[in-house]
């Protein structure tokens, strides 16, 4: 099976691990891991700031929340970006 076939299959689990699984399934992994560069990205830990506070917008767009992730290159869409309005909790 192709390494990039069971990094999906597996939970994209990084390349010694999947191997493991592989064995364990009697499966012989073929191939190149390409998918885990970006798994390896998108699992890099983010910076401790707090997710939460107490202060709420008075009114629209005075507060808004912003979440990134990316670059993902193996989509059209490189950049995955979120904003919520913190006064009418609209996406
Ligand atoms: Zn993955």
């Known amino acids: 099976m192709a ?7 597996f939970s994209h689990q990084d390349e010694a691990t999947l191997c493991a699984s592989m064995h364990l399934h009697k499966l012989k992994p ?3 891991l390409l998918f885990y560069p970006v798994c390896d990205q998108a699992k890099v830990k983010v910076k401790n700031i707090a997710n939460t506070t107490n ?15 990316g670059p993902y290159y193996a989509t059209l869409l490189k950049y995955w970006v979120l904003i919520v309005d913190n006064f009418i909790h609209c996406v």
């Open 3 to 9: 390494l990039d076939d069971a990094h999906v299959l």
């Open 55 to 69: 202060t709420v917008a008075n009114t629209p767009a005075k507060r808004l929340f912003l979440d990134i992730s």
């Open 30 to 32: 073929t191939g190149k």
